[in-house]
Structures are given as C-alpha cells and as structure tokens.
C-alpha cells in the first residue's frame, strides 16, 4: 500500500479509536474499536507483523506493570488503607481547612506517585469527599487539589502514570534514578500547585471543621506493610536487571491471596480490576500509533521536536508535548512523542513527561475532545459550571511547566 | 401585618454565624427557610477526572453516584443541624445542586422578605474585592433585602487601612 495511503488510514483509524474512546458509546470499553482497528492494520500490511511484534514485546511488561498496580490500588481500597487515610486527615487537621488541604495535599501526592493517578482519582478522590462533608467544610478546594496533584505529582515514579512507564523503557534509566531525576520535579509541581491553590481558594477555606463525629480508624498495617515492600521491591529488582512489574505483580499476590481467602474481596473482583479490556485498548493504541510513526508521521515528528538537551529545548519539548496532550490526550501524545527524543537521553524524554503529565490539568478532563463532547453531553440539561477549573488551569500549569522543567534540568545537573 | 418570609443561605464553614444573626436579629414569628446549595462543579470536577483516564476507571465502581448520595446525605445533616440551632424545628429545609450563586438567586425570586447571607472571601485581606465570587453575585443581584453577616467575630475599625499618599481629600462640604 502507498505510503500516503497507509498513513491516512492509520490516522483515520487512529481518529476512530480516540472518539469511540472519548463518547464511549452504551459505556462499552475503549478496546471495541481499538482492537479491530490495530487488526485491520496488521491484515492489511499497513504495520508490518515483524514490527508489530517488536511493539507488543517492547509495550508487553509496561501492561503488565499497569495491570500489577491497579489490582494492588483496588486491594489496598478492599482493605480500607484509603478510609484510614481520611478519617487520620480528619482527625489530623483539627477541623482547620488550611491544614486539611496540607493533609490532602500529602495523601494526594503519595498515593499518587506510589498507587498511580488512577488510584487518586478513583479511590483517594470520593474518600477526600466525603471526609470534608463530614467535616461541614466547603469540599472545592480538597477535591480541586486532588484532580489536580492526580496529574501534576505523577511525575516521580515509574509507577505514577501510565505515560512514565510507557517512557520509562525507552529512558534506559533505573528505577531509582528516574525517582532521582523525578524528585525535585515533583517537588516543584507539587509546590506551585500549593502556592496557586491555597491563594486562589482562600475564600473557601474558611471557618471551623466539625470534628466531632470524626473516628480515627486503626491503620491498616498489613497492606500498608505490603505497599512498602512492594515499592522497595521496585528498587531492588531495577538493580537487580529484573522488571519492577514483577514487584508489583508479588504485591498484588500478597494481599490478593488472604484478602480472598478472607471473603474480603472475591476472585471476579480481582479480575475485573486488571481490566484486561483497558489492557487490550493500551496495546491496540500502541500498534495504530506505531503505524502511524512508520509512515511518515514519526519522521515529521521528530523534525518538529527540538534536539539537544539544554534549558531551552527541555522547555520547548515540555510545551509541545503539554499542547499535543491536550489536543488528543496524553497517552497517545506520549506513544507519539516518546519514539521521538529516545534517542536523545534521559532528559528530553523526561521533559516529555512532565508537558504530558502536567499538560492535562488546562482542560480538566484530560483533553480538548473530551471537554468537548462533555459539553455536548450536558448541554440538553445544565450548562457545565468549569469556568473556574479552566482559570485554575490557565493559571497553574504554565508555572508548573516551568518551575518543574526547570528542576528537571538542574535536577540532571545533579544526579547526572 | 403577616410574618416575614426569611431565607438563610446555610454554607458550610460560615453557617452558624448566619443562624445566630438571625436569632438575633430577625422577628421570632418569621416564616424560616433554610437553604443549602451543593456547588455542582466540584462534583462535575470530581467526576470528570476520570473521564481523562480514558475509561480505566476501577470498574465496578461507580465514584459519580458516591458524590452525589454523600452530598445530598450531609446537606440533609447540615441542614437538619442549622434547624435545630435556630430553634425552629418547622423550618422548611430546601437542598438544591447546580451553579450555587444562581440556585440562591432563583430561592429567593419570589415573595422572600430578608436573605441572609455570611460574608466568605478572603477575609485576611479585606477590600473592594474581600467578597468571594458566589456572595458577591448575590449581593448584587438578590431582589430583596440581604443581611450580610459576619460568620465570627466582627473586625474592628482599626482593620480599614491608614489612607494611602496622594493627592488630599477634598474639603468637607461647607453648609452655610
């Protein structure tokens, strides 16, 4: 098939998969389409098999480190390390907002870097929620802090998103360099978002919290035990030459194991956490944008991301990125980007991670498309009340950007 | 004369204030409501988090739903709270969601006397713009009389600023 052909019909597909991924029709799984799509690409020559198994080799241990990670977040829920977590940022803060919002602040950046985004997003989020109601304290900037630290403190670990452990393969660092590298970073995202949040929430963070009908619940040692071996065990096995998926998929045997044989949770739940369809949907992703790279699109890409290493390129790959992410959502942004600069060093890939990492909090919902299609949704009923999110954002990630690529590159100075 | 129609817009953190200022102030025999409005943008934030996960949402789980039965269960509290601190235990209790500076708006359209309203904001730094967005709006649009309360203790007068350098005010009116 001609080039020109081939490339447009990837990207077709491509375009496919993303809208069905985004519009989600009867709530059916992203893979409905992105599979078939990624087939029809292999049965018509588009992606060479010889490439697509070079693809699926090089993506396999990145899922099955997803896959680890989310069943250890869904346990850690079952065996409710996330309500002791509320009700100790209850008790801890005295009822005082400010001091509430440091506590979220910590939690949200822990479980974030430790148990990924998604563990934020779906487990700490709703127990932030209800903790504050509990409180009678206003639940804006608690929640607001948890959407926005999901995206901007993902940027420690391997672990903490998706598009780190796509990256994380192609960087060739170690697990505890990329943490290394990552720290100050992550400290710097997490401290602007601090700066803007607490001034930009100052009205709501008034008044007294009701602590009376707050109970500290017991911590709950044996997964918050397991939780700690499983992240020294990413460690050890990176240094060892071993894929930390295989610390995380022990992890997850650990607590799966008694939290079964204990009726805590039952063998489907456990399945229906890996997700296998997500799964399936990452890879399919991976094969339509490979596709796409193969074909011209890549050669175009890595004319437009900008060589070297220095401040200035670092930054300018940090902004593109941020602005594809938010064109057609980060991960495809990162399977786009990341062949790109590769072959640059750690650094450029890593600029590339914060711009698709903290990228994401402009428009909220993870990109343009599918605000887009939200306001669609909700237009027959309400107008969608996210003006203030969107100035949050106009005002947070620029300087986030920034600041974080900034201490990436002293950062690299640094632990080399 | 018929009792007065008196709305107290109950939010969290300032509420008492309001409760007690209308104990205070406000006629025994009026007709209470009190009112409370879930904001539903951070609900919608809350939710719409996951829809940037493209889908890997823990299934089985539905966080959506959780927002908003743990919403309207501690507005009913809340409410059911302030009822009791005003002593009126027939207050009508009204809990509403969506755009709270509009939802208060629209409770108070027809036939209300008096709203009374906390004032939130920052208030470390008061001035022209020490009122937050949503009581701002209400102020300025409420068709009828607001009673804007101090949610704690009030300032002093020491807390307006020493007048700023420049050129002098003008000399007081001369009444001849």
Known sequence: MPSPIAETLAVLLLGATLGWAIIRPRGLPEAVVAVP????LLVLG?????QAGSEARSLAPTIGFLAAVLVLASLCDRYGLFEAAGSW??????GRPVSLLALVFAAASVVTAVLSLDATV???????FATVARLRLRAKPHVYACTHLANSASLLLPVSNLTNLLAFGASGLSFARFGATMALPWLAAIGVEWLVLRRFFAGDLVGRGETHAVTQLPVPVFPTIVVALTLAGFFVTSALNVSPAFAALAGAVVLAVPAIATRRTGVQNVALALDLPFLAFVLALGLIVKAISLHGLGSVVTHLVPGGAGLGSLLAIAALAAVLSNVINNLPAALLLLPAVSGAGAGPVLAVLIGVNTGPNLTYVGSLATLLWRRVLIRRGEELPISEFLRLG???????????TLALWISLRLVG | MTSMRI????VEGTWQG???AAVRHLPADSRFTLLHVTPSDVTEAADAATAGLFGR???????NRRYELVADDEAAKLLAAAAARLGKPDAELVSRSGRVEREVIRAVADGVDVLVVARDGDRSRLGPKSLGHATRFVVDHAPCAVMLVWPDETPGIESIPPPKHGPPPPPPHRRD
């Open chain 1, 46 to 50: 588009v992606l060479p098999l010889g």
């Open chain 1, 89 to 94: 940022m209850a008790a801890g803060s005295r």
């Open chain 2, 7 to 10: 709305v107290v817009w109950v």
């Open chain 2, 18 to 20: 309001c409760i007690d």
């Open chain 1, 122 to 128: 779906v487990l700490l989020t709703p127990v932030v």
């Open chain 2, 57 to 63: 949402g823990f299934p089985g789980r539905k966080p």
């Open chain 1, 37 to 40: 799509a990624a087939g029809l």
């Open chain 1, 394 to 404: 106009a005002l947070t990630v620029p300087p986030v950007l920034v600041t974080a």
